[in-house]
């Protein structure tokens, strides 16, 4: 059972990147999903949640309207879509899985039973 999210990169603000959470060993269409991200010194915040039965979908305020997470279409991957990315977005990006539909939606960290590595996102000029 594995979970990995890759994608990340050095891009310019107003520039956008795709972050895809691959499961192994499970199927992850049968989950919620939720992304995190964190800066050195600061709690891993999360920033959308994508519902168990995806006909939900869940943004932070600082992120709505820019991201959107969306299911991959029976590759086992939920991808996260970064648009007019901004220096403040640069951090670690996490997915996480084996979390119930309510915890995803408050975007809490509590009882997540599987996190992905992370990957670095920069966002700089």
């Known amino acids: 059972v594995r979970l990995v999210a890759s994608g990340g990169d050095s891009v310019q603000p107003g520039g956008a990147l795709t972050l895809t959470c691959t499961a192994s060993g499970f199927a992850l269409d049968d989950y919620a999903v939720g992304w995190f991200r964190q800066t050195p010194g600061k709690e891993r915040e999360g920033i959308s949640c994508l519902s168990e039965n995806s006909d939900a979908t869940y943004y932070r305020d600082s992120v709505k309207g820019r991201f959107t997470t969306s299911r991959g279409n029976g590759k086992n991957t939920v991808s996260l879509h970064l648009n007019s990315l901004k220096p403040e977005d640069t951090a670690i990006y996490f997915c996480?899985?084996?979390?119930?539909?309510?915890?995803?939606?408050?975007?809490?960290?509590?009882?997540?039973?599987?996190w992905g590595q992370g990957t670095q996102v920069t966002v700089a000029s």
């Open positions: 996480a899985t084996h979390i119930s539909d309510y915890l995803c939606s408050q975007f809490s960290a509590s009882d997540v039973g599987l």
